[in-house]
């Protein structure tokens, strides 16, 4: 990545927005149909630029208008799907998401999350449910259902009050009071019924998986609205390779601007999008990059005439801002782990991607970054304490008006 023009000013308190971390993500699909170049050839973990000259499939369109809920304003669904794309059955995002949580719900009087409201703008999921059960994509759960649904503690009260066996895994417990005790008594016991998806429904799910998906992952400012747009945006490839696209072009957009915090954000993003892909050394590099921009000192909008703040909060290493999360550590741990890798060929690794980033300002070498991630698996704050003294011995050479 080169260096870029930045004019923004630096405010400390944001640093902290570096810090967040993700949530873990569902198995994905394979690749697509034969012959179609996707994206998922292109992801080599590279930098904006190497990425940009890599990416050889067709570009993706990202419509401007992707829906964001920082404001108290919620958008009901019913206007949301005036610019939506339905399935080829028919149905909107909200529909899709309700197919996917249909066996969590009871027929009637359901306690319902937030999210419904504040996320997506539903305010009556339980009409929606109806209307999926009218059109054929959901029935009436069964007795089997009904139990699954139940608690364990509540299961194995029944059965020992049936003086059978309490023992075993939830649905040992289920496929055991199924078997053992009178079925007309149970529907008393469990009246209670969930939905189940049909045939249909099933169909209709799996068509647009990437709507449960996005909805259980946290990928920039996407959502079940803004993916779908996406999605059915030409050229048509799978939405994995979709969100992958988006991933390149928004980390390369946050690299332009000078944001560093959000592009190592979206980089800590893509890395673990690679490792569901079972592309650990593609993920290892995009940790490399986390780590280096985590202990570079910079921030979003990073400015030069701001130095004297943001130096308040380099030095010393218990009191510095410029360290990588525990998680972060963690994960390249990981990595290392899954790959086989010795401590050398893991510091090779990492030092061969950091060698190829260029930032217009870093506390450390790429050589000390790497040494850090090894002080911090060890937990050596004594060592970790004299590398960052080094550092700041360096800045106030460098900087000897600005107070560190």
């Known amino acids: 990545m080169g260096k870029h023009s930045l004019s923004l000013p630096k405010m400390p308190s944001s640093y902290f927005l570096w810090r967040s971390t993700m949530s873990l993500f569902d198995v994905f699909k394979k690749n697509p149909a034969s012959g179609q170049k996707s994206f998922r050839q292109a992801r080599v973990g590279a930098s904006p630029e190497t990425v940009k000259s890599n990416v050889t499939a067709p570009t993706i369109n990202v419509p401007a208008e992707t829906v964001t809920y920082q404001t108290n304003e919620v958008i009901p669904a019913e206007k949301m799907i005036k610019s939506a794309v339905p399935s080829k059955h028919g149905l909107y995002p909200h529909e899709v998401l309700m197919l996917d949580y249909a066996k969590s719900f009871y027929t009637e009087s359901n306690s319902l999350p937030g999210f419904w409201w504040y996320s997506y703008g539903v305010r ?17 759960g069964d007795l089997q259902s009904a139990i699954e649904k139940e608690k364990a503690t509540v299961i194995k009260d029944e059965l020992k009050n ?3 066996k309490t023992s075993g895994k939830k649905a040992e417990l289920v496929k055991r009071l199924l078997e053992e005790a009178p079925h007309e008594e149970l529907s008393v016991r469990f009246a209670k019924r969930t939905y189940q998806l049909t045939d249909l429904g099933k169909q209709a799910l799996d068509e647009e998986s990437y709507v ?11 959502d079940i609205w803004s993916l779908n747009k996406i999605v059915h945006t ?4 799978p939405w994995r390779d979709k969100i992958w696209g988006y991933l390149n072009k928004r980390s390369i957009k946050h690299a332009k601007a000078g944001d560093f915090g959000l592009y190592r954000n979206c980089r800590y993003q893509m890395h673990l999008f690679l490792m569901e892909e079972k592309r650990i050394k593609d993920a290892l590099a995009m940790l490399a990059e ?3 921009y985590d202990l570079s000192g910079l921030d979003n909008g990073y400015d030069p005439r701001f130095m004297d703040i943001s130096a308040k909060y380099f030095f010393p290493y218990k009191e510095s801002n410029a360290t990588t999360a525990p998680g972060v550590i963690s994960a390249i741990m990981k990595c290392k782990e899954e790959l086989g890798f010795t401590d ?6 990492l030092l061969d991607r950091m060698n190829k980033l260029s930032v217009p300002f870093h506390l450390f070498t790429p050589e000390e970054c790497v040494d850090i991630v090894f002080m911090e698996n060890r937990q050596d704050e004594e060592a970790l304490a004299k590398i960052y003294a080094e550092a700041r011995r360096r800045f106030k050479q460098q900087y000897p008006n600005i107070k560190c």
Do not use: C, T
């Open 162 to 164: 049936r003086g059978l």
């Open 290 to 292: 986390v780590v280096f």
């Open 212 to 222: 449960p998906y996005i909805h259980r992952h946290q990928f920039e400012d996407l």
């Open 234 to 237: 030409p050229p048509y490839m």
């Open 124 to 140: 009556d999921v339980d009409n929606g449910l109806r209307s999926l059960l009218d059109r054929g994509f959901l029935q009436i």
């Open 344 to 349: 050398e060929e893991l510091k090779e690794a």
